[in-house]
């Protein structure tokens, strides 16, 4: 595959990520947060930084105060055409109301019409952020509510054939969600339709706080912008389900977009944020830091800086513990036990993208890629580990390019490491255009799988080549013990 780089400087980043690792496990750093110091050079956004920190992400007294507080008023100029007047918006609405903010429809002729008119908007948007003005984080303080317990019709469509709920569209949700939030930071009375053109930049951290979501017990997101650059915006999510007479937390999601021209062509300006009271300000610090963090490990890539002679060595040492001690050939390897080699644990996928999986800026609905890449990434480790798998985590997912109508999109999924009974998947997605035979990688995804079993290790087979790209997680997931 095109998208890989050469195999020394793979290796050379396994070293400077385990360093990087081990002085951070007293942090709580995610995996995939230390990888970024090698990925980061496949993707860099100058205003929210090329990688994302995923500190670990717990659900806010304030958050839960600010579900409570949020006035009636303020969920208004949101939700001015919400179908059902006093009760929390579903889904459905979410995405009616997003097409209506920007003047999308859902027919694919009047669509690309409405996207070209769409350009005219740009002398509405602001020269500076300065012009625009300061939100509370209650502004866009939204709940919506996915009734699966009272709509059984809506049922179907998030069910599994073993009565669980297809998180693949859980995922399509967030990713609907973290745009209304953002729209609603944004949001301005006096325009009919929003110049912005807001899209996910990159998924920071999803944290599984229950592994069981009911198909028949209803379930809620909340959410609210927790920090915003000139052009970036953090939005924190929650989302729990009704169950035994009360609302039980699911998960905790941070995402971060990135506002653009009406025409997708460059940042545009977002509205300064204004914290109310010491722990709002607690939480725009950390979301501060999180960017600084982000700038750091870019700089830090081994693509800028070479490896320290312990990172080297480390590596090294490594390959020489897979050598056959009788030929001591590079050529000549030897498997230890009860483990597979990583060559053997890929699994890829291919989709061709029509308008049917558009979203609301006529390209493809980035939910829609994540449900893709993670339904590929649990089939990998279903099939690596011989049972179902219970998600744990979703770590740094890149949106580097976005993905065309009619794309061919190709998914590549490799289990990178095993420990005990997890699995690491990293998906790759690439768009291969047949006329130029030219592959141009979009996304990057990292999700942490849970067996019920003690799992094979994994194992690269060649010091150079394509199974030791994902030697860059072999070293430092044991460093992110504290999170599984």
Known sequence: MTYEPGSRRVFLSCVRLRSAAQRSVLQRKSVISVLFRFFSSLSSDPESGSAVSSDSIMLS??????????????????????????????????????????????????????????????????????????????????????????EPALREKYLTNHNTVRFGRILEDLDSLAVLISYSHTYNPALKRSPLSIVTALVDKIDMRQHVIYPDCDIKFTGQVTWVGRSSIEAKMHMSQYRDGAYAPVLDATFVMVARDPGNKRAAFVNPLAPEGPEEEKLLQEGEANKSRRVELSTASLLKVAPTNEEQKIIHDLFLNTLDANTVSFRSRVLPPNSVWMEDAKLKGLEICHPQQRNIFNRIFGGFLMRKAYELGWANACSFGGCRPSLVAVDDILFQKPVEIGSLLMLSSQVCYTQGKYIQVRVHSEVFDPLTRQHSTTNIFHYTFASDRDVPSVIPQTYGGEPVLVLVLVLVLPAASPRI
């Open 61 to 150: 007294p304030r958050l839960l105060a600010l579900r409570a507080a949020a006035s009636l008023t303020c969920r208004s100029l949101c939700w001015a055409a919400a179908s059902r007047p006093g009760q929390a918006p579903d889904m459905a609405e979410v995405r009616n109301r997003l097409r209506e903010i920007v003047g999308a429809s859902t027919n694919w002729s009047d669509h690309q019409q409405a996207m070209a008119e769409r350009v005219s908007l740009a002398s509405m948007l602001a020269r500076s952020q300065s012009q625009l003005p300061a939100k509370r984080m209650k502004d866009s303080f939204l709940e919506v509510h996915l009734p699966l317990g009272s």
